[in-house]
């Protein structure tokens, strides 16, 4: 058993939204990502960027990830831009560390304004939080130990 599967299962709610099984609005999209607006958010923007491949979540990356998750953070931005998002100062960006992920398909968390964030979400996705991981320490233990701690 891998942690990918191209197919998805059906029990994916982000493959269902990836094979356009859902009514979900899909923001922006490629032939390898997918955008969409998070359905519990945690700031005024908040959006899911998510592989169309399954991947279980950021502990299964490897260093031969790094480029897709460097272009779903390109995506983040992009979904920031499109929505007049200025203030790049104050934007988190990271994903759950397991077993906090909620769905098990790897996700990454745009959110903006970061400073705006109420309690709650500060503790699922602010600085103290040891449920979120940001995206620059992701892709740092990718590039130094070829694996998320």
Not at 115 to 137: C, E, N
Request: hydrophobic letters at 35%; glycine letters at 6%; aromatic letters at 6%.
């Amino acid at each position: 058993m891998g942690s990918q599967d191209a197919a998805g299962s059906g029990d994916c709610p982000f493959c269902e939204i990836a094979k356009n099984n859902t009514d979900t609005e899909i923001l922006l999209s490629d032939d390898e990502l997918l955008c969409f607006r998070d359905i519990k958010p945690g700031a005024t923007h908040h959006y899911l960027i998510i592989p169309r491949t399954h991947i279980d979540n950021c502990k299964t990356l490897q260093a031969d990830h790094i480029p897709l998750v460097e272009r779903m953070v390109q995506m983040g931005w992009q979904a920031l831009e499109k929505n007049k998002v200025n203030d790049t100062d104050d934007v988190r960006m990271g994903f759950h560390v397991p077993p906090f992920s909620s769905v098990p398909h790897l996700h990454l968390h745009t959110l903006a304004p970061a400073s705006k964030m109420d309690f709650k979400s500060q503790i699922h996705y602010g600085p103290k939080s040891h449920w979120f991981i940001t995206v620059d320490k992701v892709l740092t233990q990718l590039k130094v130990r070829g694996k998320v701690k």
